[in-house]
């Protein structure tokens, strides 16, 4: 899906933030469109990269943007609330199934540097959410002859 595509779906489903893997942007991006803010960062990676598409009443509130690995970017905006000054967006993109198989120690750091941010933006954030792209298998399907 192209970039345009991609922004006229967040304006017709109403998304405020969209976490998006699997750029493929190497000098990562900060660009506007469709008034929409597409954020990506920079990645060393032909397989992966990350960003978000802000919606355009957010922009103004964005503070920071940072890439922690490959794997793992934060999205922090400033605000005013009773419970703190900030909301905190974690873009995840789990390693798949095949690389942890070779490398079980590839997945056990993406979730050792995951607890870290996660358990630092905890005493940082109003409110701290994490999406994306873990690449988990949660179930097997049901056989549908049955």
Not at 32 to 61: D, Q, R, Y
Not at 99 to 120: C, G, M, V
Request: proline share 3%.
């Amino acid at each position: 899906m192209n970039k345009h595509n991609l922004a006229t779906n967040f304006t017709r489903y109403g998304i405020d933030v969209c976490c998006i893997q699997e750029t493929k942007i190497f000098l990562g991006c900060d660009e506007e469109i469709n008034n929409h803010g597409l954020i990506c960062l920079p990645t060393n990676n032909k397989a992966s990269g990350l960003g978000f598409i802000v919606n355009e009443k957010w922009k103004p509130k964005i503070d920071e943007v940072w890439k922690v690995s490959e794997r793992i970017s934060v999205l922090q905006f400033k605000i005013e609330s009773k419970r703190g000054d900030k909301i905190t967006v974690l873009n995840v993109y789990g390693p798949q199934t095949g690389i942890t198989k070779k490398t079980p120690q590839e997945a056990d750091r993406f979730y050792e540097q995951l607890n870290e941010i996660i358990s630092e933006q905890r005493k940082k954030s109003s409110l701290l959410v994490i999406a994306g792209d873990f690449i988990s298998i949660v179930g097997k399907r049901a056989d549908m002859d049955n």
